[in-house]
């Protein structure tokens, strides 16, 4: 049974931080791309962050998040991490981790066919 579950949201103050999981069941974490998506109320969907290992890896952020979230995997756990730093009030939305189709690479034509539940993620005063 192929799983994606997530983990590590909750309520945190502007310039906090927070460090989401993405735990892997039913294949092996190093053949697939992993991506974190995220979504507000009222608004679209939008990638966040992406990782692979095939065809010579890669990562991808969206601009808005450069320089404060980190996407990191650990194979031994078949876990993928996204450590988010220096929050803000944009950042507020559910957080969805989702596996790349057909060992594909992290980029704009990547689809995606297992998807997690969801994280809510609120950053508040």
């Known amino acids: 049974q192929v799983h994606v579950v997530e983990s590590g949201g909750g309520l945190v103050q502007p310039g906090g931080s927070l460090r989401l999981s993405c735990a892997a069941s039913?294949?092996?974490?190093?053949?697939?791309?992993i991506g974190w998506f995220r979504q507000a109320p009222g608004k679209e969907r939008e990638g966040v962050s992406c990782?692979?290992?095939?065809?010579?890896?890669?990562?991808y952020y969206t601009d808005s998040v450069k320089g404060r979230f980190t996407i990191s995997r650990d194979n031994a756990k078949n876990t993928v991490y996204l450590q988010m730093n220096s929050l803000k009030p944009e950042d507020t939305a559910v957080y969805y981790c989702?596996?790349?189709?057909?060992?594909?690479?992290?980029?704009?034509?990547?689809?995606?066919?297992?998807w997690g539940q969801g994280t809510q993620v609120t950053v508040s005063s």
């Open positions: 989702a596996r790349g189709r057909d060992s594909g690479v992290c980029s704009g034509r990547l689809e995606y066919d297992y």
């Open positions: 039913g294949f092996t974490l190093g053949f697939y791309a």
């Open positions: 990782t692979s290992s095939t065809y010579g890896g890669g990562t």
